[in-house]
């Protein structure tokens, strides 16, 4: 029991060091994801988002 | 760790809130676009009821505007699937630029942390940076047909005033007394400098009879696209706000 609280609190402060890179990681990937499926003029992506990229009233065509 | 956390929360998040406005959308948004393409063709026929007629000969009308050769998902099912895998995915996107900002939050500011009801908060404020400002007091949601300005430009206006709106509000929030004007100033930049709109508002299609369908057909989408977003981003607010009560417990 001891052991498990000893291990849980390590892992929480290992996290703690490299926890804003990794949130900014993930705002990128979140960010590039939106300009990918929403934005990207390829036709591809375009056609196969189109009706959703009317309902969330991004600009398209 | 802090990666794999965030990641799994927004694909928690994005399914369920993306899932959801997808069947809203299949529900109360298609058939206004279906209608609104009916219309959108060079030459459309309409019939003396005003309801456009699809030429069988051309099934090319029902599928929209598929410019060139590019694969473009079927009528039917596969555009229905198409369609909600890119809700699921672009609401997934959306979450985890939330979830990471309110981690961000948690981490860094000595406002409350985040839970459900202020995720309530923060979603309001992403429909205002997302929908709100680019789209009901900029460009306009647009059924397919509506004539518009460039697409590059309406596309650089969008980004820079979700952005100028994002960063603005969270001025507002954030920063002492003295810069709250800045943060004003930012939200409405975007506004001052205007929406690029099309030089002769209306349709690419000129039937007095068409107008008016499509004029009704705009100002339901404007209704049905505001509803759908008021859902999505109330759940992805309080979804996000509760995924980080959960799974992003302060260190002590």
Redesign the interface.
């Known amino acids: 029991m001891q052991n498990v609280q000893s291990s849980t609190t390590h892992q929480t402060a290992s996290f703690a060091v490299s926890n804003t890179q990794q949130i900014l990681v993930a705002l990128g990937i979140g960010v590039a994801l939106v300009l990918f499926i929403g934005f990207a003029p390829m036709e591809l992506v375009h056609n196969a988002a189109h009706d959703a990229r009317h309902a969330f009233a991004f600009p398209c065509h | 760790?802090?990666?794999r956390n965030?990641?799994l929360s927004?694909l928690m998040v994005g399914i369920i809130s993306g899932l959801s406005?997808?069947l809203f959308?299949q529900l109360q948004?298609?058939p206004i676009?279906y209608a609104a393409e009916a219309y959108e063709m060079a030459e459309p026929t309409v019939d003396h009821h005003g309801e456009a007629v699809v030429d069988p000969h051309h099934p090319a009308v029902t599928t929209?505007?598929?410019?060139?050769e590019?694969?473009?998902?079927e009528d039917g099912m596969p555009?229905i699937i198409?369609?909600l895998?890119?809700?699921i995915?672009?609401a997934?996107?959306?979450?985890?630029?939330m979830?990471?900002?309110m981690?961000?939050h948690n981490?860094k500011s000595a406002k409350p942390k985040l839970n459900a009801v202020r995720g309530v908060a923060w979603g309001m404020v992403a429909m205002f940076c997302?929908?709100i400002a680019?789209?009901?007091l900029g460009?306009?949601?647009?059924?397919?047909g509506t004539n518009?300005a460039e697409?590059e430009d309406?596309?650089i206006w969008?980004?820079f005033c979700a952005i100028s709106s994002a960063i603005g509000i969270a001025i507002l929030y954030y920063a002492a007394n003295n810069f709250k004007l800045a943060g004003i100033l930012l939200i409405a930049l975007p506004h001052l400098i205007g929406a690029p709109l099309a030089s002769e508002p209306g349709f690419a299609n000129s039937d007095p009879v068409a107008i008016q369908r499509l004029l009704e057909l705009s100002s339901e989408f404007y209704l049905m696209?505001a509803i759908?977003?008021l859902i999505l981003f109330m759940m992805m607010g309080a979804l996000s706000g509760f995924s980080l009560k959960i799974f992003f417990s302060q260190?002590?």
């Open positions: 760790m802090t990666l965030l990641i927004a406005y997808g959308q948004i298609n676009i929209g505007h598929a410019h060139g590019a694969w473009s998902p555009r198409s369609t895998a890119a809700n995915t672009i997934f996107a959306l979450a985890l630029i979830i990471s900002l981690a961000l981490q997302i929908f680019p789209a009901l460009l306009h949601p647009e059924v397919p518009a697409l309406r596309q969008w980004l696209t759908g977003m260190p002590v």
